[in-house]
């Protein structure tokens, strides 16, 4: 127990509750002002914004990192961080506040005018809490990523706990002090799974009623419609315009030479390898569990969720030491084997696959089941070609999602991949700590130009569930 | 005394699937299903002759579309047995899946595979490779069965949602009949579909199952839905089978007062019953087997009471509704001068007062507080006094209810 009150746990400790303190605010102001500004005013060009304020999720947080690195090499500490942090999180936020904003029932807004409220009173005391479902998810969201992101907190040399785990590990491998700073990571997340529990509410936002819904009501912007669009563009530049900017110089400056066949299509091929195979791996898991879910929902189904819940709100360097224990501990013809690290994925990204897969389903009804057992089709048969056929679209669209954020992993598989393995993430990763930035940019190209498909997705995913 | 005429109504046809019980299709005996803690159905035992169609009418949650699932098979019944022409498919551990039962199954919704074409729908069922002729034989098939529905072979083509309720609902009937089964569950197959829709939607469907002779069973909570298309009629309330029979039958002679006022809107008097005739406001009125003597409560139909000028009964309106072909008229009773002599030193009927309501064609001829002049066409139906205080007290308000 020593160990956890050395002056050091707490120093770290302070870094992470303020870095947190910090950026979940600006994440939720920015978030939410932006989606204001998207979905409610008369905002020039105001579809465009709206796929260009969700674009910086496309750039992982240390390429990010790095960009803003070769821009400003003195960046460093707490408010480094800070700025980092947000401009690569507030999408998080974002998302599902313009999800949420573009279904609100104008009519309440109508109702609370016709009570004698002005626009702004409205947009505080209506449509804000409105809002505390998808804010306190998107918050929640954002901390999870705080408390596991390690890239872009090393690359800055700013510590929290993940990247002192992560020098723990390194420096004594399976050492005592890393598991003891894990436990005090867990216990964070955790108490942070709880304070968004409590913060949801119990109350009831989705509409009452029935009929069809009016269109969203927009609010002249008049004399504020230049620095809206000012605040915007500020906004892209700094977190999407200025990292693929560094990237692309340093690609320019890095010459042919960076594009070296032998080391890129390796990093390459295993990346796509890695992501297939976890992607076919998590799909295989989670459709049995949706089907539970779905289908037969009781206990079980549901003590199987809330755990998978929990689990996957671990940060990726507590996943991936837990795995390295219980491999050395229990079964070390397993460490450092592929297998490993890809049950890793699986637990890391089940949800993103269940969360589609879920929806899928439903869209297959058992009734539809019974219908082709009714026509003749033995059970077995008749799910085949009736609920797998029909949830594949949704199965292989969870597929692409858990694909891309394998992409994009770097700490589980610096922690789990087996000798030689070389990712684009963790290519670029040895890279950029080479100091070779030039010949990192490579890499963080790539890996934003695979990102960006599924940040489209994510967006356009979040459009259709926030009705429901 | 009696001031009914003799009734004009057609007696009662025997359906084929009451009289010949013993050549039975469908046999269901004392099947019994819980849901956790809740049961659902309470011994229900039904039998369906071969050709037959049979309509199930409750109320929502009175368990007949987990009869309909039972006999589909998607259900286990936990106790009881189904046999189908004889041989045993659930029940004491026998059980045949329902891919095995070679029954016809159309949902609610229809139950389309939207992946599907219609044509692939209806050929869903069909196996190429164990047909004559294989794929060609399917499409001529396929041709065959949406002629069958009254489809134009053209909409092979189409996807489910490209078509309206009611055609989705002919595609879902042409993709059960595919198989040539010899028995055909419904599902409240017509009540997604519009009031217009509905009935012409249930006519062609009943002509096609007709003319292919295939045995029937329709659940439903539409008694009029009940009444037109089955030749016999099972009412469900509560998990039980409350009264089977044919649909003139159960709508004429109900078994009880909440079966009367399922089926149908119903005049309730209270009445006094000696011998085959009740006196009551309406004067006496013959009843066919009489359940009890003394205090009972008689059920007319409200078109069994008529407005003529000639009635010897007297009502006053109170006020009307007016549906545009008829008019709801709630009348107040007036005590029958006869009735009121006959009865006035008598004290086992008090009557007089209670407000019933009828209905008549002619909006013009009822206006609050106009007099009419009323007569009784036929028999009525009495029921034994339900669990009330055995000295009901003098001029209890009509329960006429509509």
């Known amino acids: 127990m020593d160990l956890i009150f050395r002056a050091r746990v707490g120093e770290l400790l302070l870094n992470t509750v303020l870095l947190m303190l910090v950026t979940v605010p600006a994440c939720v102001i920015l978030g939410v002002g932006g989606a204001w500004l998207v979905e409610r005013t008369r905002l020039r060009g105001h579809k465009w914004w709206a796929v260009l304020l969700a674009a910086p999720l496309a750039i992982p947080a240390f390429v990010n990192s790095y960009a803003w690195v070769s821009a400003v090499p003195s960046l460093a500490g ?98 005592p002090a890393g598991n003891m700073l894990a436990s005090v990571l867990v216990f964070m997340c955790l108490i942070l799974l709880l304070v968004e529990v409590r913060g949801r509410g119990n109350s009831r936002y989705a509409r009452i009623g029935s009929g069809a819904q009016a269109r969203p009501l927009r609010l002249p912007l008049r004399a504020y419609q230049l620095p809206a669009q000012l605040f915007l563009v500020a906004l892209t530049a700094l977190a999407f315009g200025l990292p693929l900017t560094f990237v692309l110089r340093w690609i320019f400056a890095g010459g042919p030479d960076s594009w070296a066949a032998d080391e890129f299509l390796p990093a390459l091929l295993q ?105 003749g089709k033995p059970p077995l048969l008749a799910f085949l070609r009736v609920t797998l056929r029909l949830t594949a679209p949704a199965a292989a669209g969870g597929a692409a999602l858990v694909f891309l954020a394998i992409v994009n992993e770097l700490t589980a598989t610096l922690l789990l991949s087996p000798n030689g393995t070389r990712t684009l993430a963790t290519e670029f990763w040895s890279k950029s700590s080479e100091i070779d930035y030039a010949g990192a940019a490579p890499y963080a190209l790539l890996m934003i130009l695979i990102s960006a498909p599924m940040t489209y997705l994510l967006f356009q995913q979040s459009k259709k569930a926030a009705g429901q | 005394m009696t001031y009914f005429s003799h009734s004009r ?172 089964p010899e028995l055909m569950l419904l599902d409240e197959p017509f009540s997604a579909l519009d009031a217009g829709l509905r009935v012409a939607t249930r006519r062609a469907v009943g002509k096609v199952l007709q003319d292919a002779g295939i045995t029937t069973i329709l659940v439903t909570h539409d008694q009029g839905e009940a009444l037109s298309f089955a030749d016999q009629v099972a009412v469900m309330r509560g998990g039980r089978l409350a009264q089977i029979g044919n649909p003139f039958i159960v709508y004429t002679r109900p078994a009880d007062r909440a079966t009367a006022e399922f089926l149908g809107d119903a005049v309730i008097l209270d009445a006094w019953m000696e011998g085959s005739l009740a006196t009551c406001s309406l004067g006496g009125i013959p009843v066919r087997r009489p359940p009890a003597q003394g205090r009972v409560q008689l059920m007319l139909r409200p078109e069994q009471i008529r407005i003529a000028e000639d009635g010897p009964i007297r009502g006053v309106v109170v006020d009307t509704d007016y549906f545009g072909p008829e008019t709801t008229v709630r009348l107040k009773l007036s005590v029958p001068p006869i009735l009121g002599k006959a009865t006035a030193a008598d004290h086992r009927y008090h009557g007089g007062g209670e407000i019933i309501t009828i209905r008549h064609w002619n909006a013009s001829i009822a206006r609050p507080g106009a007099e009419l002049c009323l007569r009784v066409v036929g028999e009525a139906v009495a029921f034994p006094m339900e669990d009330l205080p055995s000295t009901s007290p003098a001029g209890t308000p009509g329960t006429g209810l509509s």
């Open chain 1, 78 to 175: 707490l408010w480094s961080g800070v700025l980092i942090a947000t401009l690569s999180y507030f999408p998080l936020v974002y998302i599902p506040a313009a999800a949420t904003l573009s279904r609100l029932d104008p009519a309440i807004e109508q109702s609370a005018a016709s009570l004698g409220l002005g626009a702004w009173r409205t947009f505080f005391r209506v449509v804000i809490p409105q809002l505390r479902i998808a804010v306190t998810g998107g918050a929640l969201l954002v901390s999870l990523h705080l408390l596991a992101e390690y890239g872009a907190f090393a690359m800055i040399r700013f510590d929290t706990f993940t990247t002192a785990i992560m020098v723990q590990y390194q420096s004594t491998f399976n050492g």
């Open chain 1, 271 to 375: 990346t796509l390898a890695y992501g297939l195979a976890g992607a076919l791996a998590t799909t295989a898991v989670a459709f049995p569990m949706a089907y539970l879910a779905v289908r037969h929902p009781g206990w079980f189904s549901k003590a199987l969720e809330l755990s998978n819940y929990i689990t996957s709100s671990m940060p990726g360097i507590v996943v991936g030491l837990a795995f390295v224990t219980i491999s050395i501990n229990a079964a070390p013809n397993l460490y450092q084997t592929s297998a490993l690290l890809i049950s890793a994925y699986v637990l890391l990204f089940l949800p993103r696959a269940l969360v589609t897969i879920r929806s899928g389903l439903a869209q297959a009804p058992k009734e539809l089941d019974e219908a082709a057992q009714a026509l």
């Open chain 2, 9 to 180: 109504l057609p007696e009662p046809r025997i359906a084929a699937s009451v009289a010949t019980s013993t050549n039975s299709h469908l046999k269901i005996d004392a099947v019994t299903k819980n849901f956790g803690s809740q049961s659902v159905l309470m011994g229900v035992t039904l039998s369906v002759a071969k050709g037959g169609t049979t309509a199930i009418v409750g109320p929502s949650g009175s368990g007949k579309t987990t009869l309909l699932r039972l006999i589909a098979g998607f259900e286990h019944p936990d106790t009881g047995r189904i046999s189908l022409s004889g041989s045993q498919v659930a029940g004491e551990g026998d059980w045949v899946p329902a891919h095995k039962r070679n029954v016809g199954y159309v949902a609610q919704d229809g139950g389309l595979f939207p992946h599907l074409s219609v044509g692939q729908n209806i050929s869903f069922g069909l196996d190429a490779g164990k047909l004559p002729g294989g794929h060609r034989r399917v499409k001529v098939r396929v041709a065959e069965l949406l002629r069958m529905v009254s489809l134009d072979p053209e909409m092979a083509k189409r996807r489910p949602h490209q078509l309206s309720g009611g055609q989705q609902q002919r595609v879902a009937l042409a993709r059960a009949l595919a198989r040539e």
